[in-house]
């Protein structure tokens, strides 16, 4: 019967049923979709957490970068006082693995890589030796002690120089062989030098005379004893040396993380092979065939350390190697061109590692994934000189960034879904079961008793809420995979940071599937604990409908009036009157209205100091810009189309712009010196025969001179702080800027290196002369010679790379008009641009195809328009590091920091925007509440003053004019307390208080409108 009844009771409230139904399935619908998409996010960011690896990689930007085996003394002095805590104290820093190498060598391994460290090495027996002019010498190599190059019994040229070698003898020669431009083999003699055998007072001959004079037998014999056989057996170990790469984590290594290097065969170092000393390695595919072992084999891997740099001097066959131990192959790695001669091994293995830094990595520190953006703030102060910090995040952030202000959002709106669920569930148990009290007193006075009484409100309520929350878990079930397709598609195309051509974007991308299936348990559970809290509401408010006995129910009414007087004045008084007798009631209002402007001046200030902080931020910084190489390495030694450069350059996005050229030289000496005296040089005359390809081929490996309009964007000093140059009188940097006809009796200028000053005698003001590799016929010394080049010396500079370069104009070789136009400085932004007309013709366009620039370095005009010059390299072809475009020069944007700074402060202003409409719409609701409650709280006056004969107009009014006056007074307050505080009111600030003063207004209307139009004995018998 009670069942009966209680399912008789939800059929009697259909509106009502209805109404509860869809709302509880509408809320238990959102609140397990968005418990459910909160797991699946968080998962997918704690699966993205394991898959990546960011690394910060600390560089040493020298004169051979990115030379990945070189020794730099300079680096190594660069890190003498830097502080390696710092890295290691950055909360965030899981580990800083600093580069620990060691040249090394295993028996069977050779190399034929274009690293090797001096792969022309060569000591000869050569004889047949026939001149051919110039100090050149047809000659047969007899027998080859060693070389890579070199075989027996093939013709070779060699270049004596001033060494008389005689036919029919015999030598036993040490120096270096190499290829010119014809097919031969040319040699050149060469002092050895390895200073582990020069401190044990060891000279080693380049050349010695082995002919035996003797009849008969051998015509020639190598002494048994001779020195040369120990180079020999320096160089077969130096030059088929390993690289050896102790770590604490192999994947961290750049070419591992960066995936230029992967695991083939086997597998990577374990964690108890990192801390227990294994004696573990992993070597190339090449290096494993060469040996013949595999995975699980073992090798025997020698290690070589020196006290001196450079790999030249790091072995000595005398003094042997300095470790030696068998190591079990447990992977094999891909081929790759320049690390097949690499071997891998775990710091604790113990190998000695040299004491001079091997290549220019320093480092690199595996740091937490999402504080990669704090790691390069807090370390890049303290990258002084060349030291260089680069994040590699292998794509993580441009993945997490986005489902991560997703996930805040989605928490945002699951924890309000559920307090409205909860607000919703106390509803429904005070609308379907307390506002039923009357019925529960009457089953009571009827002896239904209170078990049964609960009963029959737990049936019905019970059965609407467990249709309401089993139709939301399902339906919720059904849909997540749906909604979290939407959601990655939205994720897929939303980007937190335009990290396009930016040099925080080098780092290869990796992927990661998100995984879509979900647990149907957590909508269950989800559901279930719905339900119970609905069952929990209705039984609460079913047992306080027990609290008053059955038949003494207090009744309410009006009390007792006392004394009245009849109102004159109108309105206007009334609400005043009502205003001063109100006491606390009154107080109520004004500060709440203070309260609400002055919170919404915080906000609005808040939010207006945001777009101020963003747009300074716009305004002051300069965007550096450069073109590089496909890993994003290298700013120089590049190919760099003049045609591109000028679009570029007039595309209107630029300025600034500054090129370099460079050719080789040889230096001829002083042909004039500062104080005008004259001095001839003999030129540098073409020979006949292979002796001309030899003085090519010198030069070609020689220093260079360099055309740019800017030395501080040069590629030597790309990277420097600072620059120590000095001038004559009246010139200064700004020189190389300038075209050539501006040049003071047209003379081309230059600056030299204070080391080619001290080395040849050169001071500032003299005039020196270079010939370059392009041949002339000269009349004067009716020869063929070199083309010559004099120029003035008007500077100079500390040199911070290896070469003696020189600098000139840049329009020493190239019309600069063709790009700049007819300018007196090769600086700025150019004066037409696409938009506003400009064109290059066919003649101009056929100029420009000729020349290739070596580097390009620009800054942005207008960093407001970052995104947009993007667009339009992006749109034009440019390739971006790692991603080949149709043009295949690569664009690097040194934007990182300030997509950092801009990111941030994007992303409270992100904050703001989600989450104060959010408080000003509940601002709105709760001013809108406030008054209608304010007003509907005081329905006993309300139905005196409609039963002594007032009007609806008059109580309208004055109501209404009561809440308008208390809701002014507390706003001019609160603005009163703002200027005092904060001093200004902007825009923003008068908009939200005029709205709150809109919604507060309607609020109080709405209450006054609705209690005039009840009867007044409704008004007073209203219990709620």
Known sequence: MIFRNSMLSILRTKGKTALFLLLIFALTLSLCLGISLWVSIEGFLENLDNHYMTIGLIEYVGPDYPNDTVYDLSMTDALKNFDF??????????????????????????????????????????????????????????????????RK???????????????????????????ALSSYLYFSFDEYSNLMAKEKGIEVPYILDITTDAKTGPRYRVPDDSVLYKVADTWKVINNSVIVCATDNLMSLFPFHQQELYIREGREFTDEEYKNGSRVCIISETAAKRIGVGVG?????????????????????????????????VGITNNTQDKDFYVFVPKSSGIPVSRYYIGYAVGQAVIKNQSAAEFYEYLEPYMTGKLNLTIYDQGYSAVAEPFGIILRIIKIVTVVCAVMEIAMLALFGFLFVYRQRETSEIMLLLGTGKKRVCAYFLYSSGLISLIATLAGAVTGYYLHERVIRFITGIAGGYTTVDRRFSDGNLSVVKSLNFDLEMDPWLFVVAGFVIF??????????????????????????PKRAGKTSRLRGGSIK??????????????????????????????????NSYHKQLSEIYKNTTITGYFTDINGKQVGNLQVEAANINSLYHSGYITDLSVSWDMKYYYLGISRFADGTEREIEPLYVPQGFAAETIRNHMQRGPSIVGTNDIRTVPEFFYSDNIIMEFIDGFDESFLAKPTGDMPDNEVCCMIPTSLMKEKGINLGDTIRVATDETVYSEKYGAEIFYEIDLKVVGCFEKQGSEDLIYVPLSMVFDTERIWGKRDMLTGAPEETFDTGYTAGPEQNGYLSRFTFKSAVFKLADTGKLSEFKDYLEKAGYSQVNKIGNIREFVVLRDQKFNNVVNNINQQIRYLNVLYPCLYVLVGIIAVIISYLMTASRRMEFAIMRGLGTTKRQTFFSFFAEQVILSAAGCVLGLIVWRLLAG?????????????????????AVSVSIMNGRAVSEILSDRD
Request: proline share 3%.
């Open 85 to 150: 805590s710092l890295i290691t104290g950055f909360d965030d820093t899981i580990l800083w693995d600093g580069s620990s190498r060691a040249i090394g060598y295993i028996d069977g391994f050779y190399r034929t890589d274009s690293h090797i460290p001096n792969n022309g090495a060569s000591i000869l027996v050569v004889g047949s030796t026939i001149p051919s002019g110039d100090g050149f010498y047809n000659a047969i190599v007899y027998d080859v002690i060693y070389s890579n190059l070199a």
């Open 153 to 179: 019994n093939t013709k070779i040229i060699i270049n004596a120089g001033d060494i008389e070698l005689q036919y029919g003898r015999y030598y036993l020669v040490y120096g270096n062989v190499y290829r």
């Open 984 to 1004: 200004t009111v902007i825009p923003m600030h008068r908009v939200l208080i005029t709205g709150f003063l809109v919604c507060y207004f309607t609020g109080s």
């Open 532 to 557: 119970v809290l609905a069952m929990l509401f209705c039984l609460a408010f079913t047992i306080l409908t027990f609290r008053n006995k059955p038949g003494q129910r207090k009744m309410s009414g």
């Open 297 to 329: 084999d073992k090798i025997n891997l020698s290690i070589a350390v020196s006290d001196y740099p450079g790999i030249e001097n790091s072995f000595w066959t005398e003094n042997g190697f300095q470790y030696s131990g068998e190591f079990t192959v």
């Open 574 to 607: 009334y609400a005043m009157l009502s205003i001063l007798r109100g006491g606390a009631r009154s107080a109520i209002v004004p500060v709440v209205a203070a309260v609400v402007v002055f919170f919404f001046g915080q906000t609005a200030n808040t939010s």
